[in-house]
């Protein structure tokens, strides 16, 4: 397999909705165009931000024939296969590859408690169900198992995945990751999760970036990769402080915590800024209101992602 | 809703499998038989100890199908309707309702992150999807939330919930729910989900419990039920010491931790008594082996539960 | 050594303070009094209620040397050896053993992290070092490692511990425990830290129970305790639904969280009755005010613990 | 106060032990002297890796006596005053401010659950028993809490600390400090504990570094922070990437986890390059022996770090 083009910003999609919690497709695709415009190198579907667990399969197939359409091959498409195990993993594996996708993301299994042995032979076993590259997804904060380096390697060099989205938030281990990659002939593709610290993962070596705020910022990560590739790290790491400072937003909640905080933070921008036409949410998650929405779109004003003149947009049309 | 009759004793079903990781159907039956006969006040089928995480939705129809077959109304059916996030929960919940159950049980939303806000309205969106009984399953080792008392409450109050399916291990939450409850009527059936201290939680008032040792050993528990309700509290605590030293079988095992230790001995000790054909697993846990099985097989002679002069049974026919 | 003295009801003992942070010793004098006029079977000083963690090595040697010319051998007094390693523990031990104690009660190593190697070999070299009576005190909240039972009843068996003092929670463990010390031949004494059930620990065969909440109401633990004795486990349950309930009053604290919340909880209890002058709390902890206050209060009136016609206390004197 | 001294390479200063587990004096000579010529910019005694866990209060103070002795001004000197909750670490204070001294290094409270007002609370106390500069050490796999950085701002403005040890592995969070320190003024000095992605950090701003693995190459990581000041990032991250490969020599361990694994790896490694006289360690920790020990020569090796032609040390003198 050809991986060099899973490599760069590949920003996980959010999704707007309308008020009635259903997909706003004119939207959708305008954050899509925006994204590509900006030169994002890939984008990911179906991830945590993508609302993947928050929908049934059925409106998991709709966001993921639009999403296609609209994308309609000018960036590599990478798609969440997230379930609680095994099996229904590779159920969703075989949904999904009825459609025109690059790749593939999968957790280690969740819910029902294993250990490193049926992690690794829950990546094993979905391998034998597709010939679409795997990337396997680092994320304890949901699955509460911290994918182990070792197995990793191991993965990568038996060809089973093709890359890691790490969101551990562990970048020891992700550096450690990255040189055993490297001496290893570099067999995966190696994407940081991370909003904040990417400068330090690019500075490390890491193969690109997957930030649910460049959804917000597309242009700024985009220019980021391009200083990273230019060897230009005063300016990777000046970029990276606006958007540092831009991720403030998901620290000022009051409302709520986690999902709704952070991804609805991130709808918030999204509407005050004019590309959603509301920060509505999936159940049980409610949109952010009042004081949250108002110190949202004054970070938005402060890093100049909004015409300072504008007003608060307040209510949904 | 007459609430009296989910009270007692209340396995989770253990599903036994062929070696090819599919349904054993005439095991499935014996198991099922064996367990009513013995006296149980319910069963409970897709819980996590019912494999509900390994196995496809074309699956948990299979089993429920099946299961409610087999049972033909002898004693109430209750029915897992576990998925990750809320909308997901309603298109089981929606499976599910087409076939003739007595209750649901559903845990808070898993995987992506949430606060009690967001536990609280789960509870409700589901409520407003279906008429029968919901309890609530507290399930932190799974789940990674502790169900507040507070809410559970207000669900119970406000008839959202009919019960709760206690595992979280919190006895002293689980005790100032019992009072609670009490105080506001009793609008719920509190189950504890041990196995080893049933015997407190009947003495500080439990409705019942809902144990997994309970598929290897239905007799004691439902004797031990009989001995609460008969203020023999003794001979409770005796009974419960049996199947405290009985549930040591999921203590040795060496060969992997959570769910492949637990439930893959309760399928290693049916397999040992006759009742399954074989110990296997779902992928991608596999199946104990070698002196884990010695150590289960060694356990049961102990307790009187094999015969034995019996051999180990070492392979599956 | 005759290990039968350390059985029964045996309160860790909370420490009034005047307004300043010193010790109040009338009070102190008048709780201690109190607790073995209603009939508890000895003393537990410097445990964690006993504010080990937050006094000076000054200071515990002055609430020691009280303590004993107090108590004045009515009861076996148990002590509190606790510090951060294996070396200053048994320096705690050297400076505690010049007093006429019965028993010394330690923890596995805090801060820095070790494994269970460190944690055995730890309880080893502390033997070394004395000869009285040695408890391990199981208490994860505040050492972060949960105590291994294997571990515990191979010190048992060896004569390096005499007994447990189990404020894990894991009321499972603990049953195990219970049994396999039994089957030894009882080298341990084994109390368990809860407050709320420790009806199912008697039932399960504990020996006896370390309940902070024993200082505010002793003479229902030793009633408890007495019913249990004597079988009667209506009571036992009666008497446990009672104290269940008062210590409802630490669930309702609004100003704080941790020992704050718990130990100034029985504070603040032992002030409204009259037993201390005031609530006050060590450095950096606050004493509980207002609401807090009143919701105590309330709490209190209900389980009659106060007369309902006597005024909030709400200054100190 | 003139906090410009405290920047750049700050090791956390590890103890050589003699076999009886007494200091070892002409080793602790030797490697101080080691990284004071190797150009390191201060030196933090009596942290976690300084043992200060381990050690009775009357070697604490023999460890900072010939300390100061040995430094004699060359840097500056930085000194734990670790210990469980703020009464004693104020009595820590005391003994240490004896000494000359340079900063002071303080942790939450920990072993007491307390919550953010206490730990607030905390370090306003501990100023006012001292005008040494005093540093907020963030250390949450000892301490088990996150210092947060609202708080840790608010200290910092008040003057209550005058820099941070962030040992937290939480890089979003420094960042975020480290942006907000620099709107305020620069009131702090802000130091990172890691070793691996120390790059990082400084290419977001960080004042220095506290790296336990300096100990072992003191050279590499002055030569890394002399880059960063020039702006050669190409140079600093290579730098990382032999001190990352490094590190991994506490990766191999398999005998023990925690700090013996850790520190005793870094004692192992200065003991196989004859800095140090042996690997032993401070009870209940052993040193690491056989594999452990090979696999670290091997790592020390493969990285220059040791003549490959020498033989593999194995018994102490």
């Known amino acids: 397999m050809d991986l060099s083009k899973f490599r760069g910003v590949i920003p996980p999609v959010i999704i707007p909705l309308k008020a009635d919690r259903s997909l706003d ?43 296609i359409a609209i994308v309609d091959h000018r960036v590599p498409v990478l798609v969440g296969v997230i379930d609680i195990e095994t099996n229904r993993v590779i159920d969703q594996v075989k949904r999904v590859s009825k459609y025109d996708v690059d790749a593939l993301v999968a957790t280690a299994p969740f ?11 829950h990546f094993r076993q979905i391998r034998k169900c597709t010939d679409l590259p795997l990337f396997a997804y680092d994320l304890p904060v949901s699955v509460h198992t911290k994918l182990d380096g ?36 570099h067999p995966m593709q190696l994407l940081t999760g991370h909003e904040v610290v990417v400068d330090g993962a690019y500075l490390g070596g890491a193969d690109g970036s997957v930030p649910g705020l460049a959804n ?17 790290w005063e300016k ?18 009051t409302s709520t915590v986690g999902f709704g905080a952070g991804v609805g933070s991130f709808k918030t921008a999204l509407w005050q800024m004019g590309v959603f036409n509301t920060n509505q949410m999936r159940e049980p998650v409610q949109a952010l209101i009042e004081d949250d929405v108002a110190s949202i ?15 608060l947009r307040e209510g949904w049309e």
């Not at 250990?115 to 032979?121: D, H, K, Q």
Request: no cysteine; proline share 4%; hydrophobic share 45%.
């Open 25 to 67: 497709l004119p939207a959708f695709e305008l954050t899509i165009n925006r994204m590509i415009e900006a030169g994002v190198h890939g984008l990911f579907f179906l991830g945590s931000s993508g609302e993947v667990a928050f929908v049934t399969d059925a409106e998991r197939k709709q966001i993921l024939t639009e999403a």
């Open 111 to 121: 819910y029902a408690l294993g250990g490193p042995y049926e992690n690794e032979r």
């Open 150 to 185: 070792n197995m990793l390697m191991a993965l990568g060099e038996d060809g089973v995945i093709q890359g890691v989205k790490d969101s551990s938030g562990d970048d020891v281990a992700f550096r450690w990751l990255l040189l055993e990659n490297e001496d290893a002939g």
């Open 216 to 232: 917000v910022d597309p242009h700024s990560y985009v220019e980021q990769w391009n200083a990273a590739q230019a060897g230009d």
């Open 236 to 253: 990777v790491a000046r970029i990276q402080d606006h958007l540092a400072r831009l991720m403030m937003m998901t620290r000022r909640i």
């Open 297 to 311: 779109a004054e970070i938005l004003r402060q890093q100049d992602m909004i015409d300072p003149a504008l007003p």
